[in-house]
């Protein structure tokens, strides 16, 4: 029998590969999102187009925070489970605006369980991030360190709304996983994240900013597999855990950029600028309880992952008839 999934933030990145997974296994997906100007909604409603008019396919446009639709939605809807990855997203801009940040992760993510409490599902699935290990001198991260050390808005955010996950475990039995992502990235990725960015960058024949001496490193988690684990902790349904959802492996920046360059056939230019507050020099996932209780296995290395959204960049600056400047300059 089908579930009826509530995907909030199901127009973005993340969500959206998720809902075409969902509907690929026979589920029925509703759709929240706000089409907030954090990037370009033109983007957002790209990738909505292909589920329109598919007869499992409901999208409502609307905030999290809007209490009195929040709770018409959980209370019409009688939804199986939420996947919960709306957010106001990103380490940097949060230290601009950590009250908004406040207000659509903490209070939106407290909307949505207090509407489920009431309506239903107790299914809750919360999309975390790795941000919440902070500056983490153990690695890989594991779920059982302690973070307790956040050192952005954004990282702290997250941290609070694991924390509203288990009270509403506790409470009211809900049954809860928080998935901590580590720097997802694929076709679709938003285009401030670094390896869009980048590969804008490059392809427009542009410097790169690499922030200190290229050496921090990320663990860069290839969608397909943040989608496995999130379908995996669907199936599970488990009482409250909380599961790293990452590559399990480490790149450095400078690395990354040469490779994207490779991928694109250019040479790449490269501003050095001091680090930034808010960065951590390392992020690195212990992937071992997510793979005992989910079966989870990163299938995707950086460089195939890197290989298959330069293939899709290209495929959609190509379908817009926009070469590259480099190309440009090299056509007779």
Known sequence: MSMHI??????????????????????????????????????????????LEHPA??????????????DLLFAEGRFDAVVHLAARAGVRPSLAEPILYEDVNCIGTLRLLEAARRHGPNLFLFGSSSSVYGINEKVPFSEADEVNQPISPYATTKRAGELLCYNYHHLYGFRTACLRFFTVFGPAQRPEMAIHKFTDLLWNGKAVPMYGDGGSRRDYTYVDDIVDGLVATLDLAPGF??????????????????????????????????????DVPITYADVSKAARLLGYAPKVPIREGLRRFVHWYRERKAGRGQDSPLTRELKP
């Open 6 to 51: 509530l995907v909030t933030g199901g127009a973005g990145f993340i969500g959206s590969h998720l809902t075409r997974r969902l509907l690929a296994r026979g589920e029925r997906v509703t759709v929240l999102d706000d089409f907030n100007d954090f990037y370009n909604p033109a983007l957002k409603r790209e990738n909505v187009v292909p589920f």
């Open 57 to 70: 396919y409901k999208l409502i446009e609307g905030d999290i925070r809007d209490a009195e639709k929040i």
């Open 241 to 278: 855990e909380i599961l790293n959802l990452g590559g399990a492996d480490t790149t450095s920046l400078k690395d990354l950029v040469g490779w994207i360059a490779e991928e694109l056939a250019v040479e790449p230019r490269i501003d050095y600028l001091p680090s930034q507050p808010g």
